[in-house]
């Protein structure tokens, strides 16, 4: 093998006679290690922010500019430089490098494993897990292949330890890379996209777990090591429970935990991590599991998200990524041996994947360029395998390591990733109509799906009343549903977002001003998120955006964007005073409530809230009684399905009122003006009736076979015949039923609702809306309107 001009950090360490103490203390280094790493840090920071502006705009994702900053900064090009070389590669920084990239990887997977849609993986678990092995199984075959010709051709030793390595280094799938790829191309919370996520996580652990067992039965000691190690991770997990509660009680009034609290956690984790590490082990399954089992309630877990997603996104990916480019060698290839085993083993990773991806693909059904992005995805290289290399180094192989498997790794990883990265961004430019959110109204998405939506608060003001509305339509235990509460706080126009230096910050501040928006009302949501997410089970992601009105829509939309929710729920901009009148708030809640029935990208309702008489939350105590009111019309079908899940909700009794006229013959002659009209126009007005008229019918037949039948909901029919007998009726409906939901009725009234829109006050709730929102309306009920999206979306009245 040709030898190096640049030194491999690892050798050196390796070789060092002198004593841990003296290197790490750098007694004879004339340049401190510490620094030098610290420059590459830096180096790698400057040079990946430069690269991100120059490949942003041609879509490509951050990940391949922060490998692409460590290869420049590396000994492939500014490394080669004498004077560059003196100061990045010290002999001494190995152990800098080991001990950070421990600490690195400890933190992200133990994020990852904070972060993992636990639910999602749950219901997709076996598709997930046979297009995971698909890519894995291919892979290995071809893995063992090829490691006896590339073990041969390279003259290594080891052959059985490096024939593992050979089968890893194809068939993994870096999962930090794919999250973060996914994040950056903003298609994480599509279905392809955390189903990729899902997959690489069940590829990675499985490559990993292979791996340690494979470690585990070279000996009896090793084999009681590893009993040893799974015990302690238990143990942490079950510590992390009580200290975890113990951390909410001690700040019961407080945002978020101190960070004395979050590093002292931290460092359990981190512990744990570094015995198994020093034993010869990899500690990502263990890191991830912690993550996975942490408690997703209260302010620890809200606490270690914010500030471990900030650090990492932010810091720690992109030195670790970085640091992958900054050990590619160039050099390596000149010689025809390393460069024919390189290309060959590149050849058969993508080949593999592409191959056992599609296969598996096919065998379930997934549309062919899902299948395709899929296999490129599960193609990302650079993080077991580099781990993999650490334990080999520094146990198994440390006696006769040879540089050239190291630099063999390395270059495999940096350019499987450099040409996945850009083959995925040019896929999802290519179908960005596929790819992007799927505009599909409630109405027509069956109860058993998936049911995502985001609820917008403005203040804590009867907190408990929204979040029981969050879980009304969260439905039974089996309907799967993502919630978001998202906290609007209004940025008054004198004042500035600013962003804090670090010597600024106090105990569990931000690095913005951000967080000092919103006063105690942050508490207080807060604390009441928490309680009832831990007594009724279900996960509320939470986020704040601090806007000003001018403004605040539009980060409401490209939040519905990048979260691709299916409704959005507002507030309604009064709020009900103590004698039980609506008194208008700020007129800007209401402009930004109509901006966002304009240009929200989904279905969206509108809650009026009216307090203790109102809807709350169902309990055994507080049985809630809730009313579908059906004039008919896309709106009233919308909101009709977005019923369907209250229905089933347990401590909800719930009745479907439909309007009807006395007689089908005053309806349809009701619905159409003839007069001044072409006989053409009538026909056609006629037939979008009758259609209209069938569709509406189907669909309360469908609820009806569905859940009336069954006796999980009631059915009414209210006969009126004019404007008089449809306020009594409603007045009647708002005293007997806590919640009044509504559809906000944008197609040709019918008669029995027309005359109603006389007196309107708020068009943005249509008529039967806005009457039982009215001041004037002295009625109970909480009412929630809903409208159905549509590409044609228009509000009148408004502008």
Not at 726 to 737: D, N, P, S, V
């Given at each position: ?368 360029v899902d299948g395709i992005m ?148 942050v508490v207080e949501i807060n ?35 990048d979260l691709r929710v299916s ?233």
């Amino acid at each position: 093998m040709e030898e190096l001009k640049l030194p491999r950090f690892k050798e050196f360490d390796l070789v060092s006679s002198d004593p841990p103490a003296k290197r790490a203390l750098c007694l004879d280094d004339p340049f401190n290690p510490l620094i030098s790493t610290t420059l590459q840090a830096s180096g790698i920071l400057v040079l990946s922010h430069f690269f991100h502006l120059i490949l942003k705009p041609l879509g490509q994702p951050g990940p391949v500019g922060q490998i692409l900053a460590g290869v420049v900064l590396g000994p492939s090009v500014l490394s080669r430089f004498e004077s560059v070389n003196e100061y990045l590669i010290q002999a001494s920084s190995a152990d800098y490098y080991d001990v950070f990239s421990s600490i690195f990887c400890v933190l992200f997977m133990f994020m990852f494993g904070l972060e993992t849609d636990i639910s999602f993986m749950k219901r997709n678990l076996r598709k997930a897990t046979i297009i995971a092995y698909g890519g894995l199984i291919v892979c290995s075959m071809f893995g063992l292949a090829a490691s006896f010709l590339v073990i041969r051709m390279l003259r290594l030793g080891h052959p059985y330890a490096l024939g593992n390595l050979i089968m890893i280094i194809l068939s993994n799938a870096a999962s930090p890379v794919v999250i973060r790829l996914a994040a950056e191309l903003k298609f994480s919370t599509s279905d392809t996209g955390r189903l990729a996520i899902s997959a690489a996580l069940i590829n990675e652990m499985s490559c990993v777990f292979w791996f340690s067992v494979f470690v585990a039965f070279m000996s009896w000691d090793m084999f009681g090591w590893s009993i040893l190690f799974l015990s302690l991770t238990v143990i942490l997990i079950v510590v992390n429970k009580y200290l975890a509660a113990w951390c909410d009680q001690r700040n019961r009034n407080q945002k978020y935990v101190s960070n004395t609290e979050m590093y002292f956690i931290l460092s359990l984790v981190i512990a744990v991590s570094f015995i198994i590490e020093e034993n010869g082990f990899n500690s990502a399954i263990s890191s991830y599991i912690i993550g996975l089992m942490f408690p997703r309630e209260g302010k620890t877990a809200r606490t270690l998200g914010i500030k471990l997603a900030y650090a990492c996104n932010n810091f720690i990916l992109p030195i670790y990524f970085g640091y992958i480019g900054f050990q590619f060698n160039v050099i390596y290839l000149n010689s025809y041996r390393n460069l024919i085993a390189v290309s060959l083993l590149i050849i058969l990773s993508m080949g593999g994947k592409i191959i056992g991806t599609l296969v598996a693909c096919h065998y379930l059904n997934v549309p062919a360029v899902d299948g395709i992005m899929l296999s490129f995805l599960l193609n990302l290289k650079g993080h077991a395998e580099l781990l993999v290399v650490g334990v080999l180094s520094k146990s198994i192989m440390r006696l006769y390591w040879d540089k050239s498997v190291h630099n063999l790794v390395v270059i495999v990883v940096v350019v499987n990733t450099v040409i996945s990265g850009p083959v995925i961004a040019y896929i999802l430019r290519r179908h960005e109509k596929y790819f992007g959110q799927r505009h599909t109204s409630l109405e027509f998405r069956q109860p058993e799906t998936e049911l995502r939506m985001l609820t917008c608060l403005y203040g804590s003001r009867h907190i408990t009343a929204k979040i029981g509305l969050i879980f009304g339509l969260s439905g039974s235990l089996v309907t799967p549903t993502t919630a978001y509460l998202m906290h609007l706080v209004e940025l008054p126009t004198k004042h500035r977002k600013k962003t804090l230096m670090y010597h600024e910050l106090q105990d569990g501040d931000q690095f913005s001003d951000e967080e000092d928006y919103g006063g105690n009302e942050v508490v207080e949501i807060n604390e009441a998120v928490d309680a009832l997410t831990l007594e009724n089970k279900l996960l509320i992601h939470q986020s704040k955006v601090v806007s000003s009105f001018a403004g605040m829509y539009e980060d409401v939309c490209n939040v519905i964007e990048d979260l691709r929710v299916s409704i959005v729920l507002l507030v309604f901009h009064k709020h009900q005073r103590l004698d039980g009148k609506l008194e208008s708030g700020k007129e800007g809640i209401r402009l930004t409530n109509q901006k966002v029935l304009r240009h929200a990208p989904c279905s969206v309702g509108i809650f009026i809230d009216r307090g203790q008489t109102g809807f709350q939350l169902p309990t055994h105590e507080s049985v809630q009684n809730v009313a579908v009111l059906f004039f008919g019309g896309p709106d009233d079908r919308e909101a009709l399905a977005c019923s369907k899940r209250i229905a089933v909700y347990p401590h909800i009794n719930f009745t479907l009122v439909r309007f009807l006229p006395p007689s089908s013959v005053e309806n349809n002659n009701g619905f159409i003006d003839k007069t001044s009209r072409s006989n053409s126009e009538v026909l056609m007005e006629m037939s979008n009736h009758d259609m209209e008229a069938e569709t509406d019918k189907a669909f309360v037949e469908d609820f009806c076979n569905r859940y009336v039948a069954p006796g999980q909901a009631k059915y009414e029919e209210k006969y009126v015949e004019n404007q008089r007998q449809t306020m009594e009726a409603l007045i009647g409906f708002g005293q007997r039923f806590s919640l009044v939901i509504v559809g906000k009725g944008r197609t040709k009234q019918s008669p029995i609702i027309t005359g109603l829109s006389d007196w309107e006050e708020c068009p943005e709730l249509g008529t039967v809306g806005d009457l039982l929102a009215s001041s004037d309306f002295n009625i109970n009920a909480s009412v929630l309107v809903i409208q159905q999206h549509s590409s044609k979306t228009t509000l009148s009245g408004d502008d």
